[in-house]
């Protein structure tokens, strides 16, 4: 490292595990990340912990060390990214009815999960034509890379994909006859639930891409690699790609969508105001506040300072953010 450019240190985390105490963990977490310097999301739920963290290596570490001296977390995973910018505004730790949201009472991940498949042995998995395979991301995220022959069953968010399973188990859909099914998402987390939902249904083989697409694009060869395109992370790196190496897609700073050269290109994307997506969809006082924001962003910038997520002389720490996205951010989908 030099000692000229900071060096961040990503973690992203999740962890299905009963949790009925977990609103009591909350306060004494947010402490611990602020005290560390650490932003990002974490998410708590009776069903488990999800979300990003990053800061400075020693501060991450500490965060990690203070939730595994938990006997409940001891197991817990995480997959680590350097970034040379903190790829966050604030630390938040929110309370939620689920850590990834499917809306299905009753199921418990943690206990009836689909079958794990190592990312070296993903490839001739998905390669079997008897193999039904399928992206349980949302559509935006299929959009910009995905895996060969995946099905992407075009949903908006999480909760709807119960709806889709449903309609594809009759007659002509894509899961007629209960085939065998892999799945796979971001970082595992919606594969793990989607998975055990699955196993609810009726369906005996049903597999998922253990640490998740981030896994394989760390862990495979980009020559043996089937995967095409980028993936999108829920942070400021927007995608990764092969090698975990940064993709080729910057962040709609108006609706959040990952924008393409494509779109980067078109006549309707203005820097933080508008994209191809959003574009007339504010009005003319919103569009003129997104302008001033970027401008003060650009200016932030430019003078080496924060802007987003800077803490004010005499303000207490600011805690809103809005979410990227109901799976925590970069890697825990």
Not at 297 to 318: S, T, V
């Amino acid at each position: 490292m030099d000692s000229v450019t900071p060096h961040f240190l990503t973690a992203a985390l999740y962890q299905f595990v009963d949790l009925p105490d977990f609103a009591a963990l909350r306060e004494p977490l947010q402490t611990l990340c602020d005290t560390h310097g650490v932003r990002g999301m974490l998410l708590l739920a009776p069903e488990g912990i999800n979300g990003t963290i990053a800061g400075e290596p020693q501060g991450v570490h500490a965060v990690l060390a203070w939730l595994r001296s938990d006997a409940r977390f001891a197991a817990l995973q995480h997959k680590e990214a350097q970034a040379e910018r903190m790829p966050f505004y604030r630390m938040r730790v929110r309370l939620k009815r689920e850590i990834v949201t499917l809306g299905v009472p009753g199921l418990n991940p943690a206990r009836n999960a689909g079958t794990y498949v190592k990312p070296e042995d993903w490839n001739a998995l998905i390669d079997d034509p008897g193999v039904v395979v399928v992206d349980t991301r949302n559509d935006y995220e299929v959009g910009i890379g995905t895996f060969e022959r995946a099905v992407n069953p075009h949903t908006k968010t999480f909760a709807e994909f119960p709806a889709w399973v449903e309609r594809e188990k009759q007659a002509g859909g894509v899961l007629t006859g209960k085939p065998r099914v892999a799945m796979f998402c971001t970082g595992g987390i919606r594969c793990e639930k989607s998975t055990a939902f699955l196993k609810s249904q009726g369906f005996d083989e049903v597999y998922h891409l253990e640490g998740g697409i981030l896994k394989y694009l760390e862990t495979v060869p980009e020559q043996a690699s089937r995967w095409h395109g980028d993936c999108f992370v829920f942070d400021e790196r927007v995608s990764v790609g092969h090698g975990l190496a940064p993709g080729h897609h910057q962040l709609c700073r108006s609706c959040r969508m990952p924008l393409g050269e494509a779109e980067l290109q078109s006549p309707h994307y203005v820097p933080g105001v508008s994209c191809p997506y959003c574009h007339g969809t504010r009005t003319p006082e919103q569009e003129r506040a997104l302008a001033e924001r970027e401008r003060q962003m650009q200016l932030a910038r430019h003078r080496g300072q924060e802007h987003i997520g800077a803490q004010q002389p005499g303000r207490p720490p600011r805690t809103a953010v809005k979410d990227t996205g109901d799976d925590g951010m970069g890697g825990t989908t």
